[in-house]
């Protein structure tokens, strides 16, 4: 839940690829950065309740292969296009926004002229990017589990 506090010290990350295909996670959830290829990085942040069973990997439906973990639901992978070599940089300069102080008035913090936590990750539409390493935005891929009740019914309709 987004602390609604003046100058909270929660950060949020905003992913959009598309008018209709973008997510805002809190930066904390942030558990895993890979170097998918030389042209791509997969940010993956975990969910908010747990669940019984696990998935051998984040898919955007329903799972049918499951271990015996206790695995988190609602997990978010994003994958992010970057220039040849690059990921390493994107990486950094992720971490670097995520861990810099809250201040309107700093250049540093171009991202947010509130200090608010809110911050512009990657933006495909408008071309606006947390580090200039990074070049576009791949997928954004929601846990299927996340996106239905108990019953299996969607809540997302």
């Given amino acids: 839940m987004a602390n609604i506090q003046f100058g909270t010290s929660d950060k949020y990350l905003f992913f959009k690829k598309a008018d209709d295909d973008c997510v805002l996670v809190r930066a904390s959830k ?3 950065a890979r170097k998918k290829s030389g042209t791509t990085i997969a940010l993956h942040f975990e969910g908010s309740s747990y669940q019984q069973f696990a998935l051998n990997e984040i898919k955007d439906d329903v799972p049918a292969d499951t271990d015996e973990h206790m695995q988190f639901l609602g997990n978010v992978k994003i994958v992010l296009t970057c220039a040849t070599g690059k990921g390493d940089e994107a990486c950094r300069d992720i971490v670097n926004a995520i861990n810099v102080a809250f201040s309107g008035d700093d250049p540093a913090w171009k991202r947010s002229t509130d200090a608010s936590g809110y911050i512009v990750a990657a933006d495909a539409i408008a071309g606006t990017y947390i580090s200039s390493s990074i070049t576009g935005v791949d997928s954004l891929v929601i846990d299927g589990r996340s996106k239905k009740d108990q ?6 309709a």
């Fill in 30 to 32: 942030l558990i895993m």
């Fill in 151 to 156: 019953a299996g019914d969607d809540t997302t």
